[in-house]
């Protein structure tokens, strides 16, 4: 069965620095990836996916993530963090065109 | 644009009762999900509906647990004899089908006293 693990439950940057939020991926097969975000009392809003194609995938609110798959990881980056990037985001797998499998979440806080 | 609407936003209840959920899905989008979130059990998948096939029920954890989509637009999800773990934020998506990201509402806060 598909799956992703979010190894960290929180992530602290400092604004202005680099983030990274990890996802590794266990799939037989072409993994289809994304990651989504969530505000307080508010539903996921859908950041980026990757299907199939170039490893750097760009999404929005200046996030990207790479896809790896030598090491079974697509990890969510951003080059210089801003307080409102403070969140809990989501990585999530799907095999078919059905229903998404997430990771357990990973809180992120960017420091002022 | 509109979104993914689904109401209530929140709803208390006794033990014991029915609830019912609803959700209406971003026009034209063909395919339908609930989800449930919990701190315990985080996101987990419930239902989905896909243009008029039969929906896939796998990850309805009771019998207590039922949706429908009528009309290929509008679902409602209905939980029977509510229990205490039923506590949950319940979240219903929506897509253009294929691999095309969901698009989530801001889902329905369940207590259950």
């Known amino acids: 069965a598909q799956s992703v693990a979010q190894p960290e439950d929180q992530v602290n940057v400092a604004e202005g620095n680099p983030l990274t939020v990890k996802c590794t991926y266990s799939?037989?097969?072409?993994?289809?990836l994304f990651w989504y975000v969530q505000y307080p009392n508010r539903g996921l809003q859908f950041l980026l996916k990757y299907i199939t194609g170039d490893n750097l995938v760009k999404g929005s609110y200046g996030f990207e993530a790479e896809f790896n798959k030598s090491q079974t990881s697509f990890h969510l980056k951003k080059p210089s963090a801003l307080v409102s990037d403070s969140a809990l985001y989501f990585c999530?797998?799907?095999?078919?065109?059905?229903?998404?499998?997430f990771g357990s979440g990973t809180q992120l806080t960017v420091l002022p | 644009g509109a979104g993914v609407s689904q109401s209530p936003s929140n709803k208390v209840t006794e033990k014991g009762k029915d609830v019912e959920l609803r959700c209406d899905p971003i026009?034209?989008?063909?395919?339908l999900y609930w989800y449930r979130q919990s701190l315990g059990q985080g996101l987990e998948f419930l239902i989905y509906?896909?243009?008029?096939?039969?929906?896939?029920k796998s990850g309805l954890p009771s019998d207590r647990f039922s949706a429908e989509r009528t009309g290929g637009s509008v679902s409602t999800l209905t939980i029977q004899r509510t229990q205490q773990e039923d506590s949950a934020v319940y979240l219903c998506?929506?897509?253009?089908?294929?691999?095309?990201?969901?698009?989530f509402g801001d889902g329905t806060r369940l207590s259950i006293l």
């Open positions: 799939v037989s097969g072409n993994p289809y």
């Open positions: 999530a797998v799907v095999r078919s065109a059905r229903q998404l499998t």
């Open positions: 026009s034209g989008h063909t395919a």
């Open positions: 998506a929506s897509s253009s089908g294929g691999n095309q990201p969901q698009h």
């Open positions: 509906f896909q243009g008029n096939s039969a929906p896939d």
